[in-house]
């Protein structure tokens, strides 16, 4: 079985600082991580994936996240927050492929301030 | 980037009619589609997985004659809310997995649905 565990809920970041968003993931194969971001009444857009390739995934918008098999974690970072940045954010894992729905984290909602 | 398409992307109707929403991959052949439903402030909870030409499969708890799922084309599924009720209010959102791809879902845009 898979499970996906976002650890914080809500983080807020000031405009022009570091964004990290917290992701612990569980499953019985090697997994295909995804991060996804919702803007409000808003689908999903894919921000990254990891797929077994580089454990360093470089996404759109200047976010990457770093699979860490040890640590069983797929953690959303960002250099320096954005206004336009502010959304909900989900972390998702999957079997690679065939007929297996994602599974999705909670979310974290991202707040930046001005 | 692939695309999904779901449309109406918002309908009101009242209490006791029946909704329609379809979703469409518009430049690749989706054999399997998601229907997900998002509460306010909640993730995503997935309702049925649908494929192409055979009865969609539902999660546990999502009543299959209340959501009536159909997958007639590669390119089409429908998410039919059969006498709605207030309570049937929500966020739903298809994804369609493109057979090439190594497990990236696209996802339409959503439909948000007030019943009255």
């Known amino acids: 079985a898979q499970s996906v565990t976002q650890l914080d809920s809500h983080v807020s970041v000031s405009e022009g600082t570091p964004v990290l968003l917290r992701c612990n993931y569980s499953?019985?194969?090697?997994?295909?991580l995804f991060w996804y971001v919702q803007h409000p009444n808003k689908g999903l857009q894919l921000l990254l994936k990891?797929?077994?390739?580089?454990?360093l995934v470089k996404g759109i918008n200047g976010f990457e996240a770093e699979f860490k098999k040890s640590e069983t974690s797929f953690h959303l970072t960002k250099p320096s927050a954005h206004m336009s940045d502010a959304a909900e954010y989900f972390c998702?894992?999957?079997?690679?492929?065939?007929?297996?729905?994602?599974?999705f984290g909670k979310g974290t909602r991202l707040s930046v301030i001005a | 980037g692939a695309v999904v398409s779901q449309h109406p992307s918002r309908v009101i109707c009242k209490s006791g009619t029946s909704v329609k929403i379809e979703c469409r991959s518009l430049?690749?052949?989706?054999?399997?589609m998601f229907w997900y439903r998002q509460f306010p402030k909640q993730s995503l909870m997935l309702m049925a997985t649908?494929?192409?030409?055979?009865?969609?499969?539902?999660e546990q708890g999502v009543e299959k004659d209340k959501f009536l799922i159909n997958h007639a084309s590669l390119t089409l599924s429908t998410l039919t809310v059969t006498s709605a009720h207030p309570e049937d209010s929500s966020f739903y959102i298809c994804?369609?997995?493109?057979?090439?791809?190594?497990?990236?879902?696209?996802f339409g845009e959503g439909s948000r649905l007030t019943v009255l």
């Open positions: 994804s369609a997995r493109r057979q090439s791809n190594t497990g990236e879902l696209f």
């Open positions: 499953s019985s194969y090697s997994p295909s």
């Open positions: 990891y797929t077994s390739a580089a454990t």
């Open positions: 998702v894992v999957s079997l690679s492929s065939g007929n297996t729905p994602l599974v």
């Open positions: 430049d690749f052949q989706a054999t399997t």
């Open positions: 649908s494929n192409e030409g055979s009865k969609a499969t539902y």
